[in-house]
């Protein structure tokens, strides 16, 4: 018996880097799995929802749509996101508008609409990707930072509010992970990434930056029985390299 046998979830920038090591890892443990970004193309999953996370009514009917595809909803993982760089003087209020709205409203609305559907249901899990920067700030991106520390604080409301409805609330919060969301940052401002990645590498006490997998590994054991006792942490995967 896996972990996610009979169960079904729902996973958003399933496309990214970590949306698609949670995805395959849920579905080799026999989870049926709906998946959401812009673009599904290529994705492995049951079902796939193309759309925007900017557009509220696609996130306030996405959980009802999925619900209604498996006949149940037990597991959500609020893990799209972007990241505006630079510091405050250098930001526009699209660039809040965006990092706010896929990283904090869309999750909100996705907890919003999914919790009554699971509370129904006698239960569920909901684990948010929020960010160790969330914890502690990191230098030069105020709006992702604070963005961060947003869904950090919705999840401990939420693993609290909903705990007596046996719903799970948690988050997983990394520090550097090897993803597109990384590497485009280095690749903007006109650094190799293999080779900012190799002294990113050096950082970190473990001796490299996270991968993928290594994080969706947590996302997935908050999502799964093992943490049945666990409501609204934020549970740090960093290598032993804190946010300097
Ligand atoms: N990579 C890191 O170093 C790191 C560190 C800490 C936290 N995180 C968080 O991990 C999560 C996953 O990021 P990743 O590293 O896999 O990056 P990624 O860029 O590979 O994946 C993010 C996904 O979100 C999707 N997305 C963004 N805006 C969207 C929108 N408006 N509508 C629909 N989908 C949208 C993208 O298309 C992409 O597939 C994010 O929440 C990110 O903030 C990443």
């Known amino acids: 018996m896996t972990r996610f046998e009979g169960k ?22 026999g989870c049926r799995v709906a998946v959401t970004d812009r673009s599904c193309a290529g994705l492995k999953a049951e079902v796939r929802f193309e759309g925007d996370m900017l557009d509220a009514s696609f ?22 996101g972007v990241i505006p760089r630079g510091d405050i003087t250098t930001q526009t209020d699209a660039d809040f508008d965006m990092a706010y709205g896929v990283n904090v409203k869309a ?19 909901i684990v948010n990707t ?14 992702y930072v604070s963005s961060k520390a947003a869904i950090a604080s919705l999840t401990q409301c939420l693993g609290r509010d909903h705990a007596h409805q046996g719903i799970r609330v948690n988050a997983v919060c990394p520090n550097e992970v090897d993803t597109p969301m990384l590497r485009s940052g280095f690749e903007a401002r006109g650094i190799d990434p293999d080779t900012a990645i190799e002294d990113l590498n050096a950082s970190v006490p473990l001796g490299h930056i996270a991968s993928p997998e290594e994080i969706a590994d947590v996302a997935l054991f908050l999502a799964s029985d093992a943490a049945r006792y666990m409501c609204g ?12």
Do not use: Y
């Not at 949306?19 to 443990?29: D, F, H, P, S, Y």
């Not at 996130?59 to 799209?80: K, M, Q, S, Y």
């Not at 999750?107 to 899990?125: S, T």
């Open 233 to 244: 942490a934020l549970v740090e995967v960093n290598g032993g390299k804190p946010v300097i």
């Open 8 to 29: 079904t979830a729902l996973v958003t920038g399933a496309a990214g880097g970590i949306g698609q090591a949670i995805v395959a890892g849920l579905r080799a443990e």
């Open 107 to 125: 999750p909100f609305q996705l907890c919003r609409a999914a919790i009554p559907i699971m509370a129904a249901q006698g239960g569920g899990a």
């Open 130 to 143: 929020a960010s160790c920067w969330g914890l502690r700030p990191g230098p030069n991106h105020p709006i």
């Open 59 to 80: 996130c306030d009917n996405l959980p009802v749509r999925v619900a209604e595809t498996f006949g149940r909803l037990d597991i959500l993982f609020n893990n799209a």
